[in-house]
Structure formats: structure tokens, C-alpha cells
């Protein structure tokens, strides 16, 4: 699923349209940004409530080809043009954190092209 299509399936705003419209190939919710930094993968979506330039050092950091910021919150000028300037795409939704980690992370299941033999994860702690 690229980003555009993403934001498309989210009814998501592109606010920041000067990018690569590459594969995501997953998702990190997080709004501590060294958390992202440490742990979020590659060519994943930012999900977060964070709208500030530092956000976009983080993706840069970790990676990460797009931001979506979550509840309506206003997007200041320095963010957009520090992820212009670096390439990454930012959307806005007015849903909360986890509908939109929930609903992109049945995109990116339905998506993903299924291994023969694969594993479903293993179940969570009890």
C-alpha cells in the first residue's frame, strides 16, 4: 500500500504533498519521538499527536517515510516545511491513535501478500 492510497483509505489530508509515494511497509504508534527513533522500522507511518518540527528529525531518523497526525492538531509552518525539505509525507485525520493504528493495520494485513506456511503472531501475555 503506498501513501497515498493510505491516506485515501484513512479519509486522511495530505498536508504535506512534496514525496516519494513509496510502499509503506508498516506502522509505528508512538508520540514519544526517541521511542520512534529506537523502535520504530524503516518505510513505516508515523502515528502520532505530535505536530512539530521534531517529529520530522525523528522520522528522518528512523526512516520513516510519513507522518500522520491524529485529532485535527494544528500543523505549524516549520513542520511542514522541515518534511518538505525532507521528502516526507504528512497527513491529518481527525480520528484518535488507535482507530487509525486499528484501521492501518487491517490495510496493511489485507495488503500484505500471504506466505504459504506463514504464522499468525504468537498470542499476548496472559
Not at 511497509?25 to 527513533?37: C, F, K, Q
Not at 526512516?63 to 521528502?87: Q, T
Request: glycine residues 6%.
Amino acid at each position: 500500500m503506498t501513501i497515498r492510497e493510505a491516506a485515501a483509505a484513512l479519509g486522511a489530508e495530505i498536508c504535506q504533498d512534496e514525496f516519494e509515494n513509496s510502499e509503506l511497509t508498516g506502522a509505528y504508534t508512538s508520540d514519544l519521538l526517541s521511542d520512534v527513533i529506537a523502535n520504530a522500522g524503516g518505510g513505516a507511518a508515523l502515528i502520532t499527536v505530535q505536530a512539530h518540527k521534531n517529529t520530522v528529525a525523528a522520522a528522518v531518523l528512523a526512516n520513516i517515510p510519513a507522518i500522520v497526525v491524529c485529532n485535527s492538531r494544528p500543523l505549524p509552518a516549520d513542520m511542514l516545511e522541515a518534511a518538505r525539505d525532507e521528502g516526507i509525507a504528512v497527513m491529518r485525520t481527525k480520528e484518535n491513535q488507535f482507530t487509525v493504528s486499528g484501521r492501518v493495520w487491517e490495510l496493511l494485513r489485507r495488503a500484505a501478500p500471504r506466505t504459504p506456511g506463514a504464522q499468525e503472531p504468537a498470542a499476548p501475555c496472559r
